[in-house]
């Protein structure tokens, strides 16, 4: 199969690609900048130049596939509902290249806030209320694209992705705050819990999503269901050698900055549906061990 993935230079996306060469597809990969482009080579896929506001190049490149990995998205937190207009524009896009012919749309979402909403355990078969993020309302849409005749499947991915060798996401946000501060902390008793996954098993996961997933399925890219925000700062703290705090849920935005408003959020999230439908078996090393392992320097 030939499939056009965006983001394909991230941190997820780009293993992602390896994953689906690996198993045998061919894979066009969307890249925005020079050294983005050379990445996407590197990993043995097709360059596509362009970027997620240019909806003629991504028709062009969906009409030339045959399944479509969506795992590109700008995270800017102060134009989130602009980053959400370019994301539905993108999926439109696709979606009206595949209607009608039973090929994989795959587009990434997220778990966290999912527990919160529920006061329990996030499970596939949740619905997330779509007004919490705009990209949840995109993602909900995404399902409905299954009526359309289009392969349309929704992963959603734990907060942190871990691994090394560039994850700029939650876990490096604490780590650096944690370096500058001189102190590692967590918000209250620390007792709400974060979800993680490997990237390596979540590229996997993608893979099995673009080969074997249901027409309107949702998918976990969840290894670890929820682990407790204190031990996370225990371990970053153990490996920069500062101490471990907690700080007061009031002054969590002060102390943490943008990270403030997420890390002391209860996140519990399974994935054993998924890996009933997929046959999915993370095997990578899990968070705290990433942590130990170095990955997670501060810097």
């Known amino acids: ?60 490149a969906t009409e030339r596939a045959e399944g479509v990995v969506h795992m590109g998205f700008q995270h800017d937190f102060s134009r989130m509902d602009e980053a959400a207009r370019i994301d539905r524009a993108a999926i439109d896009t696709f979606a009206e290249v595949l209607h009608g012919t039973g090929f994989p749309l795959v587009v990434a979402s997220g778990v966290l806030g999912l527990a919160q909403a529920l006061g329990r355990t996030g499970t596939e078969r949740d619905m997330p209320d779509p007004t919490m993020h705009p990209r949840l309302g995109n993602a909900a ?47 209250g008793d620390g007792a709400n819990h974060w979800p993680a996954v490997h990237r390596l098993d979540a590229a996997r996961l993608v893979q099995l999503a673009i080969d074997k997933a249901t027409p309107g399925a949702v998918l976990h890219a969840v290894a670890e269901e929820g682990i407790a925000a204190r031990d996370i700062a225990g371990a970053i703290g153990a490996a920069l050698g500062v101490p471990v705090e907690s700080v007061a849920a009031d002054r969590a935005t002060e102390h943490f900055g943008w990270i403030g408003r997420f890390f002391g959020t209860e996140g519990t999230a399974s994935s054993e549906l998924t890996r009933a439908w997929l046959g999915w078996n993370p095997t990578h090393p899990g968070l705290l061990a990433d942590i130990a392992a170095g990955h997670y320097p501060g810097k």
């Open 1 to 60: 199969m030939r499939v056009f993935v965006t983001g394909a230079s991230g941190w997820i996306g780009s293993a992602s690609v390896t994953e689906l060469i690996a198993a045998g597809h061919q894979v066009l990969g969307l890249a925005r900048s020079d050294a983005g482009a050379a990445k996407v080579a590197k990993l043995g896929a097709e360059v596509v130049r362009g970027d997620l506001n240019d909806l003629a190049g991504l028709r062009a």
């Open 141 to 187: 849409y995404t399902q409905t694209l299954a009526d359309r005749g289009v392969r349309s499947i929704v992963v959603r991915f734990a907060p942190t992705v871990h691994g090394s060798g560039g994850d700029h996401g939650f876990v490096a946000a604490l780590a650096r705050v944690a370096r500058e501060k001189g102190v590692s902390a967590y918000i």
